[in-house]
């Protein structure tokens, strides 16, 4: 009887420190999960498709509204699903289209009037103009998790956000894996982080070193003459390293002054030029 | 004098004869440009696109959404999309999730309670709802001009329509480059119209030919035995290739006969299995 209820005892007693330790493996991954930094992660990659989503069906949409208009071209994709909105050449719009193009306006009107595009039912119309609302939603879209994304840089990573714009900290974080591993990344690191092809194609063949990889978007640097880009990738990229340990460990705001250096530092290595 | 005056007048009739031209041209352009199978043609490369572009922001929804509740999945991606939209970890809300899952939703509901997903804020669940959102918004677009299309095709190829089914006969015209260069096709090529990379590749290496390209939609090839598809395949074909020139040049509508010689055919090469 005796050994029985041990044996009984014993058996629970495995059973419960199996599922304490259950519930730790479950803390641990929720943890592992739940860092804030994946969210920011997400939305670089959300972002990402969503440009690259809305530039085919802009494509889409290009060819297709040349059936109709093929002499009406804009520069601006914004103002082309405008103008697919609101020109019917049937029956122009006036108002409608000086609202929407100024100036340009009356040598679009002209166009219309001769174009040689097919003669299009309304209802063949509706679909091209649907595809163009769509893309309008999709850009606002993007647009709105955009501004998240800024206010989730600002709040998981605020130095960075600061010295290198929150959408450049956020893609950095990215590449990185996070920001507990961009921690770990020495300056000249963070300097070509994004740049991998062209790295490792100098290692190997011994081409040029990248100067420069995801932070060349910074426009202190893309705006920069072309020879001095990588002097001032290497301050931009020496700040961001210590920005980022601010974030990641002390917690600190020490963003103003970091910033403060870097613009001087910029200043004279643009002078010397 | 005389003679001023006359080059004057032969100018004149030169540039008149020049405008002439101008204008043919432009009518012929507009003439091709206009030709209805174009449409159709466009509403086969916007459904793809649109069924890519949806694919893309799928898969981001599913690994974004994953941070949240990861234990959640279904097959069907519509299911996926009002999961994202319905659940709230935090606040469960029975009616709506039964609603929307019916028997599934006890599971749900269960696993929803003891998910190790990350808690996320009101702000961060509205981005992901957000981009689940507009994927309900580009799944109707589709459908709509998938509807448009089966519309266009009974009007423009009504007895293709007919016998191969709106979608099919799209998307044959679409690989051809409009009905006209259709018809010039021999049925053994519309057989494997866009196998073209298997085709060649037999071709070229000798393996075995496609028995059958973008045909291979039709129910009654995809559903059959595989050993009786090429058979079926070139009944169909055969078919197809009437129907198309019936369309194009007679336009007479004599579906329903082939459909009915068809369907006999067919029967035959199932039942001498």
Redesign the interface.
């Known amino acids: 009887m005796i050994r029985v209820k041990e044996e009984k005892v014993r058996e629970m007693a495995v059973s419960s420190v199996r599922e304490e330790f259950i519930k730790k493996a479950?803390l641990k991954?929720?943890d592992a999960?739940?860092s804030p930094d994946?969210?920011l992660i997400?939305?670089v990659?959300?972002i990402d498709?969503?440009n690259?989503?809305s530039n085919?069906?802009f494509e889409?949409l290009v060819?297709?509204y040349?059936?109709y208009f093929?002499e009406f071209k804009t520069n601006d994709p914004a103002k082309f699903v405008q103008g697919v909105l609101v020109i019917d050449r049937e029956n122009l719009d006036q108002k409608e289209i000086e609202m929407a193009f100024g100036q340009q306006a009356q040598s679009i009107i002209q166009k219309a009037k001769s174009s040689?595009?097919?003669?299009?039912s309304q209802?063949?119309l509706k679909?091209i103009r649907?595809?163009a609302a769509?893309l309008q939603?999709?850009w606002k879209?993007r647009d709105?998790?955009e501004k998240?994304q800024e206010?989730l840089a600002n709040k998981i990573c605020p130095n960075m956000a600061y010295v290198a714009g929150p959408s450049l900290a956020a893609k950095l974080v990215a590449q990185a894996g996070g920001l507990k591993r961009l921690v770990l990344l020495p300056s000249s690191t963070i300097q070509v982080l994004g740049a991998e092809k062209a790295l490792f194609k100098h290692l190997k063949t011994g081409s040029k070193p990248p100067k420069h990889g995801l932070i060349f978007q910074h426009p202190l640097i893309s705006k920069s003459p072309r020879k001095l880009r990588g002097k001032l990738a290497r301050a931009l990229a020496a700040k961001i390293a210590i920005a980022c340990k601010a974030d990641a460990i002390t917690g600190n705001f020490i963003a103003e002054k970091l910033k403060a250096k870097l613009d001087a530092q910029m200043k004279r290595i643009l002078q010397k030029e």
């Open positions: 479950k991954v929720q999960i739940s994946l969210l997400h939305t990659s959300a498709e969503l690259r989503v085919l069906l889409r060819e297709w040349g059936v093929p040689i595009g097919a003669k299009l209802e063949d679909q649907q595809l769509q939603l999709l879209l709105e998790i998240y206010a």
